[in-house]
């Protein structure tokens, strides 16, 4: 009993990532499965259409960058990509230890669910093209309540040449 009570304490510890000490569930697959299904069959981002284009690789740095933001706008009630200290997303990104050669940001509040929020963004012309952004070859993100963070990137050794 003991031994089945700390499997089951290991496999609930192990769905569960930290930020900042605070405890969320991780966004890793339900958020690269959506986002990956548009990045897969292309979609409509205003009035232009996104071809297919490779799909996106999960990056603990710009989770934890996705991660320290969500937490600003909840705990000061804003959805911005300015955080409350003035601070921008390269920034931040730069901060987790992520080396850039391009980066971008989605923000959003008030969804409930992965897919809901990936919908709201895919509404958004630009928060549309950022997910089905070529040239972006990982992610990152996070939610604390209604608020949510999802970051993009590619370091400098990941870019066309």
Known sequence: MKIT????????????????GI??????????EEVNKLRRFGCKCGEKFMPPVPALV???????????HVIDMYGNDLTSHRGSNGSLPDDRIKGAGYEWALCGENVASGFYSVKDV???WKSSPGHCRNMMDEDFREMGAARKGTYWVQNFGTAPLLTKH
């Open 118 to 120: 990936v919908n709201g």
């Open 58 to 68: 999960w990056n603990k740095k710009l989770e934890l960058a996705a991660g320290r």
């Open 5 to 20: 009570a700390s499997i089951f304490l290991i496999i609930v510890l192990s769905s569960i990532c930290i930020h900042e």
């Open 23 to 32: 405890a969320q569930e991780s966004l890793k697959d339900p958020m690269l």
